[in-house]
């Protein structure tokens, strides 16, 4: 019989990632439109490489995030960091794995057009394998393909100070939507310091995020 004690030494002990975000150059995105659809298939190609060469100079944001942060939860803290709207789709690309989010959680039709392989985000940052230099790619919004570079700067156990937690920037801030803005709003929003806040709880941790036409094709099979 395991004792408390035991149960309690088993557990993962929390780490904390610190990440910085670059920005990309915006990707060549694979837009296939089926005849009888006129629905986009998966839009971003699925070895996407962001090399020094696609990374926008003198811009940069680094923070923190716990291991136990779903992807889900680090879109929303990138987002807030940004200081953008969340409302878009948007994709991880973590060696040679794809996570989507294709759905929105508030959406009842699971099913979407995504020839290639891809898993969703509700997966936990310290299950990825990640180690200190790792990159990744950050895709979001499809229609504009606004992209990142992610960096694994640092690893370690979880300090005693508040996480998540911004820890430098350099460069302006990036507006989302520039036609929406006059000179004066989008003056003061470059200029405004960036802040983060904690992500929300994880959501619907059992609820399936999507399912791939294909996929759905061989489970009507199967039923």
Not at 18 to 35: F, G, K, Q, Y
Not at 185 to 206: H, K, M, S
Not at 210 to 218: E, S
Request: aromatic residues 10%; charged residues 25%; proline residues 6%.
């Amino acid at each position: 019989m395991r004792t408390l004690h035991n149960r309690h030494a088993s557990r993962p002990k929390p780490t904390t990632y610190t990440l910085r975000i670059e920005r990309a150059t915006r990707p060549a995105l694979e837009i296939d439109v089926r005849s009888g659809t006129g629905t986009p298939s998966y839009l971003v190609p699925t070895h996407l490489s962001i090399t020094e060469a696609d990374i926008r100079p003198l811009w940069s944001r680094e923070f923190t995030v716990l291991g136990r942060h779903t992807l889900e939860q680090l879109s929303e803290i990138i987002i807030h960091v940004l200081g953008w709207n969340r409302d878009h789709l948007y994709e991880f690309q973590v060696a040679a794995r794809v996570y989507a989010h294709m759905v929105f959680l508030e959406e009842e039709d699971l099913f979407v057009e995504a020839d290639k392989p891809c898993v969703s985000c509700d997966i936990p940052i310290r299950l990825l394998g990640l180690s200190i230099g790792d990159m990744f790619a950050y895709t979001f919004d499809f229609g504009d393909g606004h992209a990142f570079r992610v960096t694994v700067v640092d690893i370690r156990s979880t300090p005693d100070e508040a996480v998540p937690a911004l820890l430098s920037c350099l460069g302006k801030n990036i507006i989302q939507y520039p036609w929406t803005m006059g000179k004066a709003e989008a003056r003061e929003f470059r200029n405004r310091q960036p802040t983060v806040v904690a992500p929300e709880p994880a959501r619907d941790r059992f609820r399936i995020r999507f399912i791939r036409n294909t996929d759905g094709l061989a489970l009507k099979e199967w039923r």
